[in-house]
Every structure is written in C-alpha cells, then in structure tokens.
C-alpha cells in the first residue's frame, strides 16, 4: 500500500517541473486565460506532449480513431475484461475560451504523476493503468462537450460528429482528419473502471478545508441553440412600431432564463451569442443564443426549459419574430459508482460533493464504474483564468490518485 508519508517537497518540486512545462502552452498574454481548442496548434502541442510523457514512461500508445489518446502501463488488452479489466484516468487538454489553466490538464498531468509514485514504490499493475486525453471536452470549437468520450462510448452518432463545424466551418472530421471510427467497444469493454481526477469548480472544498473530494454526482445539464429571426432594417428609418426586432425576443430570453432559473435553484446561462448582420446602424435579421442549463433534478431541468420555450415564444409573438429551438447536448443526471465512490472516499479520508460541472467521467459512468476526486479550489472560479489551485493540493491530489490506482489496479 502506497504509504501516505509520500513526502510533499519532492511531489510537490516534480508537479510544478510538470506544470511549468504545460504552463505557456496556449495561454493568452492578454486575459491570461487559455485558448487550447481541439487540433488547434496549442493542443497538438499538448498532444505531442503527451506522446512524450508515455514514452518517457515506456507506455504504450494508443488512440481510438475519434481523436482520443491513451497511454498505457500494462499491456492494454482487448475484449471483455469485465470487472478485471483495465482502469482508466486521465481527462482532457482542451479549454473554454479564455479558460483556467486547471481544467482538464490537471487531470492528465495527475495521471501521469501519479503512476511514477507508484512505480516509485515499487508498485506493478496488476491489472493495465490507462491514461486517456479526450478530445473537445468543452465543446469550445465544435459546440457538443465531451465529443471525444461521447464518440468513444457510443452516445453520438460519428456522422453528427463528424459533420460538426466551427466558426470557420471547418468540419470535426476535417480537423481529425478522418470520419470518427465512433464507439469502441473493443477498449470500452476492456475497462473495469475510470476514475477522474479535476479541479473543482466551485468552493465546498475551500469551505470544507480539504484539499482533495470525491464526486457524488454530477446535475442533468444541456444545452439548446435559440434561433431568434426577425427582419432586418434600418436603425434610423424604421419607425419603432414597424420594427420585428429578435434582439428584443432574445433580451428577454436571456432575462427569463435567469428569472425561470432562480425560482426553481437551478442554473441558466446564455454566454454565447451571434447577432447578424451584427452592425450597428441594421436592425438584426436574426440573433442565435445559446442557453446552459443545469439543475440538481431532471424534471427541474425539463420543467425550467419548457417553462422558458413557452415564456419565449409568447415573447416572439408579440415581438413579430420567430423562435427556433435546437436541443444540442443533453447530459442525463450522473449518479458515480457508490460502491466506487464510497470505497475512495474512505481510502482518501475525502468529503464526497455534487458538481453541477459536465465530465467525460459524466459519459463513461453510463460504462464502467466510475469515479471522479476533485482538487481544491481556493478561488471556486472556474472557466476564467481565475481560477487556482495549490501546487501542495495538486501534491495531495497526485498522491490520492496514486492510491486509488495502487487500491484498484496494482500489486
Ligand atoms: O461545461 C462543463 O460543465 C464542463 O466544464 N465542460
Ligand atoms: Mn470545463
Ligand atoms: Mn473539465
Ligand atoms: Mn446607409
């Protein structure tokens, strides 16, 4: 059993050499936040960097034809291993727009860490230890979250996937340069468990003053493309009661998504948005937004959403505009393996919280018994180059995934 004596300084001085190197890699000089989009030039040098630390390792190499990477120590078999098969960690590279440096990458650089302490101690997989990276996690270029994992276990179809754009209209099978091989039963069925470690997005560990948590749950979350059209015109000319204005539709939207939100507890965001012809002196053909919405219940995420399409379209009639609604990703609530998450939090001495944050842990718990341990957050800001974590909790978090790996996959 790995002994909790691991000493900090030693962790701590090869977690921030790790950290550094990722450190500059996509960061934006102005926000100080990260712009590390799939198969953009920051990524593929975080993916280049990951093909390094595997090999540095002598792991083998893997990828799944979606865009996923896996490294493994121990021979990574394939077929069904049931519950002996393989325990996968790891998380993913890419971030929002202006994002925190945490987010996804701590996960990785944990994984990797968190096998040479178990080497370290002289430890040897009994069962294969896979690290995964998946791709566009944050939907922050394609606009689905978790494609990579989505496309791994089979919960989109690869040809939605692969007809996915970005701003430029670059297609996701462009970018991967491949149509997406799509599920992987062949590796999913060779799991036994993946267990995720993250930043936590929000301050119960701060509160708490633990620097390491296990997930309990993760809230039913979606999000939905609002197509407002109205009819475009001129800002001077046009006499106020002629206009058929979808900023107006929108405006009110966005306000009674906050409103629909806080009366049931639940969270609403509209962060993103398009105006066309986006010019200041035309009245807008059409505004497209698009709604976050998340809630502890799925019957309060259904009844919030349907509350605001109903409120919304009332709006667009009195407005003269019309309302599309597009459903782009939904997340069913993910209740993690107690079983699983009870035996980490006990082995980690750890609390157990919910997060109203999505995972790829989110998509693989439909799979494998899974788990997540989030690592304290001292700002609670997340999705901003605010948010922080402390070179000694990410110690600690190293050390608790180093654990929880030694508890379920090592002799
Ligand atoms: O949006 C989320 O909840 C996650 O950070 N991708
Ligand atoms: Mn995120
Ligand atoms: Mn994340
Ligand atoms: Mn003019």
């Given at each position: 059993?790995?002994?909790?004596?691991?000493?900090?300084?030693?962790?701590?001085?090869?977690?921030?050499?790790?950290?550094?190197?990722?450190?500059?890699?996509?960061?934006?000089?102005?926000?100080?936040?990260?712009?590390?989009?799939?198969?953009?030039?920051?990524?593929l040098r975080l993916r280049d960097w990951f093909r390094d630390q595997a090999a540095a390792r002598?792991m083998a190499l893997t990828e799944?034809?979606?865009?996923?990477l896996f490294a493994?120590?121990?021979?990574?078999?394939?077929?069904?291993?049931?519950?002996?098969?393989?325990?996968?960690?790891?998380?993913?590279?890419?971030?929002?727009?202006?994002?925190?440096?945490?987010?996804?990458?701590?996960?990785?650089?944990?994984?990797?860490?968190?096998?040479?302490?178990?080497?370290?101690?002289?430890?040897?997989?009994?069962?294969?230890?896979?690290v995964?990276a998946?791709?566009?996690?944050?939907?922050?270029?394609?606009?689905?979250?978790?494609?990579?994992?989505?496309?791994?276990?089979?919960?989109?179809?690869?040809?939605?996937?692969?007809?996915?754009?970005?701003?430029?209209?670059?297609?996701?099978?462009?970018?991967?340069?491949?149509?997406?091989?799509?599920?992987?039963?062949?590796?999913?069925?060779?799991?036994?468990?993946?267990?995720?470690?993250?930043?936590?997005?929000?301050?119960?560990?701060?509160?708490?003053?633990?620097?390491?948590?296990?997930?309990?749950?993760?809230?039913?979350?979606?999000?939905?493309?609002?197509?407002?059209?109205?009819?475009?015109?001129?800002?001077?000319?046009?006499?106020?009661?002629?206009?058929?204005?979808?900023?107006?539709?929108?405006?009110?939207?966005?306000?009674?998504?906050?409103?629909?939100?806080?009366?049931?507890?639940?969270?609403?965001?509209?962060?993103?948005?398009?105006?066309?012809?986006?010019?200041?002196?035309?009245?807008?053909?059409?505004?497209?937004?698009?709604?976050?919405?998340?809630?502890?219940?799925?019957?309060?995420?259904?009844?919030?959403?349907?509350?605001?399409?109903?409120?919304?379209?009332?709006?667009?009639?009195?407005?003269?505009?019309?309302?599309?609604?597009?459903?782009?990703?939904?997340?069913?609530?993910?209740?993690?393996?107690?079983?699983?998450?009870?035996?980490?939090?006990?082995?980690?001495?750890?609390?157990?919280?919910?997060?109203?944050?999505?995972?790829?842990?989110?998509?693989?718990?439909?799979?494998?018994?899974?788990?997540?341990?989030?690592?304290?957050?001292?700002?609670?800001?997340?999705?901003?180059?605010?948010?922080?974590?402390?070179?000694?909790?990410?110690?600690?978090?190293?050390?608790?995934?180093?654990?929880?790996?030694?508890?379920?996959?090592?002799?």
């Amino acid at each position: 059993m790995l002994s909790h004596s691991v000493e900090e300084g030693p962790l701590v001085n090869r977690f921030r050499a790790c950290w550094d190197e990722l450190a500059p890699v996509g960061r934006d000089a102005g926000s100080g936040g990260y712009l590390r989009y799939a198969f953009t030039p920051p990524e593929l040098r975080l993916r280049d960097w990951f093909r390094d630390q595997a090999a540095a390792r002598g792991m083998a190499l893997t990828e799944d034809g979606n865009g996923n990477l896996f490294a493994w120590w121990g021979d990574p078999g394939t077929g069904d291993a049931g519950s002996d098969g393989a325990i996968l960690t790891g998380s993913h590279f890419d971030s929002v727009p202006h994002g925190g440096a945490y987010d996804g990458p701590l996960g990785i650089v944990s994984a990797f860490l968190a096998i040479d302490e178990l080497r370290a101690a002289g430890m040897a997989p009994a069962r294969p230890v896979g690290v995964a990276a998946f791709v566009e996690e944050e939907g922050g270029r394609f606009g689905v979250p978790c494609l990579g994992s989505r496309l791994f276990a089979g919960a989109i179809d690869p040809d939605r996937a692969a007809a996915l754009t970005d701003a430029a209209g670059t297609t996701f099978a462009a970018a991967l340069g491949r149509r997406p091989a799509g599920a992987r039963p062949d590796l999913l069925g060779n799991l036994g468990g993946y267990v995720e470690l993250h930043v936590e997005q929000g301050r119960a560990l701060a509160e708490v003053g633990a620097p390491v948590g296990v997930a309990s749950a993760i809230w039913p979350h979606g999000r939905w493309r609002l197509e407002f059209t109205g009819e475009a015109n001129h800002a001077g000319t046009t006499r106020m009661a002629d206009r058929r204005d979808p900023m107006l539709t929108y405006a009110f939207t966005v306000l009674a998504a906050n409103k629909e939100a806080r009366l049931r507890g639940a969270h609403a965001t509209v962060g993103r948005v398009r105006v066309e012809p986006n010019a200041t002196n035309a009245i807008p053909s059409r505004v497209t937004g698009w709604l976050d919405a998340r809630a502890a219940e799925p019957e309060t995420l259904t009844e919030l959403v349907a509350a605001l399409r109903t409120k919304a379209a009332e709006r667009a009639r009195r407005d003269g505009t019309e309302l599309v609604v597009v459903e782009e990703s939904a997340t069913p609530p993910v209740a993690f393996d107690t079983d699983l998450g009870a035996r980490l939090a006990r082995l980690l001495a750890a609390p157990a919280l919910p997060t109203a944050a999505g995972h790829d842990a989110g998509v693989l718990a439909g799979h494998v018994p899974t788990a997540m341990l989030f690592v304290r957050n001292p700002t609670g800001v997340s999705h901003s180059p605010a948010e922080a974590a402390g070179d000694a909790d990410c110690a600690a978090g190293v050390r608790a995934l180093a654990e929880v790996l030694a508890e379920l996959a090592c002799r």
